[in-house]
């Protein structure tokens, strides 16, 4: 019933993790069916966004945070992170070959998951320290915790360098203010992964530096962009002095495009290389 799924397995160690992969999926989900269309059958749904309520989106959110849990506890949470941190420690086929498998069965929609897995893991295993690895990463790829990333900005538009949220520091860390927009997931994410100013008077791309803020920190306001849809799949997010410790940086000071960039750059990347 499976042979198909093992034959993606290219060697005889692939084709082991293959086949205790799939015996993982077939205990716990129903292999997807595939459906057949034809014209002029079926639902005529010609929406751009799958528009849903906010009880459906943490429905889907905690859905997807229970199946990231149950990835974890079989050894497929972090296929590539680092063992010392509860992660498989294999090479990325190994997780490209899971991921062709799983496509296979009918799994809960991970969306919800997507940015923090796919952006602010892979910024804090390059960049980040011990104790960020060790707090939000993990709780990430465990499924505890969901991140959004806070990049864009009203007045930046494309230009992700130019954005205008400013950092300034204070005896206890760090005063953060300014303005996100088009943040998806926000209202129901435990951190945003922000890039902000720090500093006025060097280039704008030297001038920035990446921060976790825990998004039920005093001073974080977040507010749905309501569409001409009726739907609101994005939001827009306010940072009032709010104040955070040194150590949620990300990075050095003044590495914050580096630190954006190579994140953004291998998506759905678990680089075991870390700053520590």
């Known amino acids: 019933m499976y042979d198909d799924l093992a034959a993606l397995a290219s060697t005889t160690d692939e084709r082991q993790f293959a086949e205790r992969a799939i015996e993982f999926l077939s205990r716990n989900v129903e292999r997807r069916v595939d459906q057949t269309t034809s014209w002029g059958t079926g639902p005529e749904d010609l929406a751009l966004f799958h528009e849903t309520t906010d009880e ?18 079989a050894g497929f949470g972090w296929i590539t992170g680092p063992p010392e941190h509860g992660g498989g420690g294999m090479p990325q086929r190994y997780d490209s070959l899971y991921r062709l498998i799983e496509v296979a069965f009918d799994v809960p929609d991970m969306s919800p998951l997507r940015l923090g897995l796919g952006t602010v893991v892979p910024a804090l295993v390059t960049s980040g320290s011990t104790y960020l690895l060790d707090r939000y990463a993990v709780g990430i790829q465990r499924g505890d915790i969901i991140g959004c990333q806070l990049f864009s900005e009203p007045e930046a538009g494309s230009d992700l360098a130019g954005v205008r949220t400013k950092a300034t520091r204070i005896e206890d860390g760090w005063r953060i203010t300014g303005q ?9 994410s435990d951190i945003g992964l922000a890039l902000v100013r720090t500093d006025l008077d060097v280039s704008k791309h030297r001038g920035l530096t990446m921060f976790v803020i825990p998004m039920d920190a005093p001073g974080v306001e977040v507010r749905p962009l309501r569409q001409m849809t009726g739907g609101a ?13 040194d150590d949620l ?28």
């Open 249 to 276: 940086r990300v990075g050095d000071v003044g590495s914050g495009w580096r630190v954006a960039t190579s994140a953004l750059s291998k998506p759905m990347r678990r680089s075991l290389t870390r700053a520590s």
């Open 180 to 188: 996100k927009v088009w943040t998806s997931n926000a209202t129901f």
């Open 56 to 73: 459906e989106e943490r429905a889907d959110a905690d859905a997807a945070k229970a199946w990231q849990r149950c990835r974890w506890e």
């Open 233 to 245: 799949s994005f939001t827009e997010v306010f940072l009032s002095d709010v104040q955070v410790s």
